[in-house]
């Protein structure tokens, strides 16, 4: 269990974190969402360990980072937004220098990178410079090396900024490979839909401030109803009106509706009773998006 207790850090005058109380229990992904500048990366950096001056404290199964550094170090593997790597060395030499400063020597930490090299899907790469690497790459390089001596907390800040679809597929394969195999994984993100794919518990941050957290589906069930949608040239708003509230949206009309199924049976049969053809009906199921709408009033500020 991983327990923040009222963390807040200053830069100067920048109030980058205020008062973030959350617990994030063992064996759980849970994703740190908000915009650019929200202060995910500095909460990611009090929780590695890395940055050491803030106010509150945070406990790693009870022992706190302020005090046990060294030894809930071992317990952490932190990957940091900027990929960090030696460029003019090797695949498996930057995993050699990676293991080494978290202890590891001989034939464990030799056994330990040919799995790690297999987990991250650069075997064959292993004897390459990393130089010669696409930054996909790089940053399943970058989270090999935190995965060495076997963590069992990862901690992932924005691991999939600036790569493409293929590199971020094979991201997410690994996360859920760590996942499955009992890993507790703090994911930081920009990107909400990343975070509805992997995570089960998460926290919203906007300018410094933890805005909710909890676990996704009672989130979604506490700030988002589940709707219809429907949109076309014959769609009218007063036809509508009597399934439930209405929102226009777009082309078309949102219905809010605790019963989305029949809301959508009773909206066919009006239909062809009138012989109306939609263009567009479809269930909409709430996104994480809608939470953070619902609490910010703002879309999710993507840079
Ligand atoms: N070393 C620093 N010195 C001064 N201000 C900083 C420093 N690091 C971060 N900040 C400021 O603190 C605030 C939070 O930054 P942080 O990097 O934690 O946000 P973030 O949510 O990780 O954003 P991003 O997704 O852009 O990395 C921002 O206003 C940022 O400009």
Do not use: W
């Not at 978290?102 to 410079?129: A, M, N």
């Not at 060495?148 to 690994?174: A, C, K, W, Y």
């Amino acid at each position: 269990m991983i327990e923040v207790n009222k963390v807040s850090k200053r830069y100067g005058s920048t109030r980058a974190l205020e008062d973030i109380s959350l617990s994030i229990a063992e064996g759980t992904c849970f994703g740190l969402v908000g915009p650019n500048g929200a202060g995910k990366s500095t909460l990611m950096k009090i929780l590695a360990g890395i940055l050491l001056e803030f106010d509150g404290d945070i406990l790693v199964n009870e022992r706190s980072v302020s005090n046990d550094r060294m030894s809930i170090k071992k317990q952490l593997g932190y990957v940091p937004q900027e990929i960090c790597l030696e460029d003019t060395l090797t695949a498996r030499d930057n995993l050699i220098f990676f293991g080494k400063l978290y202890g590891l020597s001989g034939r464990h930490l030799e056994k330990r990178i040919e799995q790690v090299l297999d987990q991250i899907g650069l075997l064959e790469r292993s004897k390459d410079k990393v130089s010669t690497f696409s930054g996909g790459m790089k940053r399943r390089l970058n989270i090999g090396c935190a995965l060495l001596h076997e963590p069992g907390v990862i901690i992932m800040d924005e691991p999939t900024v600036g790569i493409d679809p293929q590199s971020r597929n094979s991201i997410f394969t690994i996360i859920k490979q760590l996942k499955a195999a009992g890993s507790t994984i703090i994911y930081s993100s920009h990107y909400m839909e990343e975070v509805e794919l992997l995570c089960d518990h998460i926290g919203l941050i906007d300018k410094g401030q933890l805005m909710e957290f909890g676990e996704m589906n009672d989130l979604l069930a506490r700030y988002a109803k589940p709707s219809l949608f429907i949109s076309g040239d014959e769609i009218q708003e007063e036809m509508l009106s009597p399934f439930g509230n209405l929102e226009k949206k777009g082309t078309g009309y949102v219905i809010d509706s605790q019963e989305p199924l029949i809301t959508l049976e009773e909206v066919i049969v009006m239909l062809r009773e009138n012989g109306k053809e939609p263009r567009r009906l479809e269930l909409y199921h709430p996104r994480l998006e809608d939470i953070f709408f619902n609490l910010t009033g703002t879309q999710l500020r993507d840079a």
